[in-house]
């Protein structure tokens, strides 16, 4: 499919702006011309620095104050519009000439910060940041003009300066928006795998030298990657937390300690040893922590669980008298697992596929089989979505990814539905949900399915149980039928 006219040419513009290395000059002019007076300055000018980074407020300050002109202004060129189509009042001036000039003090204000912000990039996101930076001023300087304008009572003037600044601030605000979702500038850069859940050894604590980081690294199954810890003796206590700095993810094992934080080696932003907090900027975001302890000799982590995050270990599930079944109660219990049901129905639903594949194109079994295929797998999106996944949610971490599946795969069911069988688009649609299918089918059997066998053998043959009962009323009963079939027809624009 081709790109949309308009990102295309946004894009190749911003792509340009990217590629002019002439803004570096006066890019590393302006940033000296301000770090100077603020080196000179010293700690009043960091805590000045951490207050517009938004240090304190733990995200960057600057998003949040772009708010202000961008209301302020829109106002102001809202109330002018209705001024030209006649709806006009004295009231009505004043509240565009109140609202320009409260916008242009949020103007200064988010400039300040997003000027911080900026001085701790480089290369393309410096060059976009500059023209980030000139668009928006030129928007500031215009309704300045426009305020003086109105004031010397030239409103006509007046209006046209600040509807070409309300301009600019659109191309401002695309700009700002390339910086932070493509370039990812401002959003957190740690690794924040929950991994090591279970105390894990990584290193013999004598290797560990005072305020010496030291890199470690555990494993990530789900990702299949490694994470970076960084550990640092520090007073006679052993400190870990994520190597790589939620800044820009610079390397916090090669940095150094300075009053009790570890300083990051880029950007100079520092995390409190005990909580990961940062202290210093321009970092605003904490950095995942571990929790330590020395067993014979060698250090062992554990990554300390963050909110929503908690995924609880196999010792975690077998205190717990709400997540496993008594054993003699599993004993009681006889029926297949919840993993056995659903692996059943998916080996079903696979079986419909290539069913729908082997039928000649122009047989209207075809179209019958399709709707048994999408019946299927709403049913069994639904029997997941109510009894399997909340009782693996907290003990898998796939359940969310899970559920953005089941929404993408009853998306492609949809589009299928509306097509000819016999047509070629109808083929190559049944392949793309065929692929999804498998690709969704087979991560829920490798890893969700393996993971939920923490739950024990008894609470897997009650939800085994209760996802067979559902399956069954989903299936029998006339009312859901009728329903099921009027969505399916309804689908298919019949
Ligand atoms: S990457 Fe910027 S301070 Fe660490
Ligand atoms: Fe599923
Ligand atoms: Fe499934």
Redesign the pocket.
Known sequence: MRRPGFARIANALIGRVEKASSLDRPGYAADTAIARPAQIAGSPAEKVGNALHGTWYGHPLHPMLVTLPIGAWTLAFGLDLLAMLGVRSRGMERGADMALKAGAAGAVAAAAAGMADWQHTNGRDRRIGTAHALVNSTALGLNLLSIALRGGGDIRRGRLASAAGWACLFVGGYLGGHMVYRRQIGVDHADRSPEPRDFQAVLPVMELEEDRPRRVEVWDENTRQKIGVVLVRHQGRVHAMGARCSHMGGPLDQGWVLKGALVCPWHGSSYDLKSGWPTSGPSTCPQPRYEVRVTKGMVEIRREQEPGDEVVTAADAARQPSMALQPEAAVSLGGRKADEV?FE??ELIRRLFEAIKKTPRDDPQRRDLMRILASELEI?EYI?DHIFYPAVQPISEDVPIAHSEHRQLSDLLAMTLKLNTASPEFEEHLQALHAAMDH??GS?ERSMFREAQRLGDARLRTLGQALESMLEEQRTSRARRMFRDLKIRLLEGV
Do not use: D, F
């Open positions: 659903l129905h998916h069994h997941e969704h089918a829920e």
